[in-house]
């Protein structure tokens, strides 16, 4: 094919937040790059996921907190909805951000924009329309899709994804979703909130990798609420047409069951972006799950790197900036760097909030055996949370030898904020002592990890060498 013939020091494929970050960090060192998108601009997380998603949240949870009484004083009273300016001030706040991610804000920097789809054809060339880049380095950053089941029935009835639900111009009158992970969940009660019936199917267990004593107190206030969450529920088949699609479910040991609904939502998971890349032709190797890694995040074609999504494992933004800020150390300085997913917090927005960082108590226990201490404060007994009226939530913290910090579970208000100072803890392999010896402002949420820190001294107390030292020491006044 003929063409411009492009040579840059590195190529980045994909336009989301892993490959702009790449990107802008190679250009601002005055790296010559090329950038290939054959979508929008900004990827999943600006245009479908992390910030629509999070624009919905913030709607249904004013609403929710308008028609509940809290024990404030404040007199609850009944939401007026429209949903068309809730989904109006969800464009906005894309189109706000959406600059930030443009093509001409990367021109600017000095990146060469290909709006066009780009596939290797030979170990060190790719094809983007008719332009062919030789890159010293390049970087596959194309994201991951959501995942859509095998079900009989499913794609003859229509249903919605993550991708297609902020379109939606009228609220469901009754949502089904098909699926129990974050994002089912955060939709869930959101779109609750907003007034339509909710139904979550999940096969096995809801936010499954979530620690279960948490992920027990999310799925017992989204029942409050009105929920209706089925768990051991498989999906048989789906039946009917637009407005009034069933889902046909079974449970271990029971006769299946018919669920209607005015809409369905498909959330079961997601799957990397890799058909049609030329992978073979490159030399790269690839699964189901993704393009296979090093802990480099290198793959088997040493020019090629691979983050994000569609390197598989950890799918957030976040992470996708955090590999990127590996890679671009790696391409740029020549600095060896490991890919730490258990470095890399999470957090679920839903109400109460669920936030993670590091090892779980399972994972925890299996690696550090008997050595592992749980430290455990609740919410409830905070003086700030008690002036706010927040009943539920509580901070877990895993420790190891000597008390470092290998884990933290938050569950509660702010959960999503609270993780970030445990997030410090557990990349700098802290002690709980660091933890313990912080002064932090009073009243604040925070202070509730700072108890459960504490804790970890509590047998020290009546340790008898501890309180034989204190007698001593009283000898010289």
Known sequence: MSGNILTPDICVIGAGSGGLSVAAAAAGFGVNVVLIEKGLMGGDCLNYGCVPSKSLIAAAHRAHTMRNDSGLGVAPVEPVMDFARTQAHLRSVIAAI?????????????????????????????????????????????????????????????????????????????????????????????????????????????????????????????????????????????????????????????????????????????????????????????????????????????????????????????????????????????LPVRNRPHLVPRATYCDPELAHVGLSEAEAREAHGDGVKVLRAELAENDRARAEGIAKGFVKIITGKRGRILGVTIVGESAGELIATWSLAVSRRLKVSAIAGLTLPYPTLSETGKRAAIGYYAGSLENPLVRGLVRFLRIFG
């Open 98 to 334: 959406a600059p930030h991610d443009s093509v001409g804000r990367f021109e600017g920097l000095g990146v060469t924009v290909l709006q066009s789809h780009a596939r290797f054809v030979d170990p060190e060339t790719v094809q983007a329309g008719e332009t062919r880049i030789k890159a010293r380095r390049f970087v596959i950053a194309t994201g991951s899709s959501p995942a859509v089941p095998p079900i009989p029935g499913l794609a003859e009835t229509g249903y919605l994804t993550n991708e297609t639900i902020f379109d939606l111009t009228r609220r469901p009158d009754h949502l089904i979703i098909i699926g129990g992970g974050a994002i089912g969940i955060e939709l869930a009660q959101a779109y609750r909130r907003l007034g339509a019936d909710v139904t979550v199917l999940e096969a096995s267990r809801a936010l499954s990798r979530e620690d279960p004593e948490a992920a027990a107190l999310v799925l017992s206030a989204l029942r409050a609420e009105g929920v209706a969450v089925h768990e051991g529920a498989k999906v048989v088949r789906v039946e009917g047409q637009e407005s009034a699609r069933t889902v046909i479910i079974e449970r271990e040991g029971e006769a299946q069951e018919r669920i209607t609904g005015s809409h369905l939502l498909v959330a079961v998971g997601r799957s990397p972006n890799i058909a049609d890349l030329g992978l073979e032709a490159a030399g790269v190797d690839f699964e189901r799950g993704g393009i296979r890694v090093d802990p480099d995040l290198r793959t088997s074609n040493r020019r090629v790197y691979a983050i994000g999504d569609v390197a598989g494992g950890l799918q957030f933004t976040h992470a996708a900036n955090y590999h990127a800020g590996l890679v671009v150390r790696a391409i740029l300085f020549r």
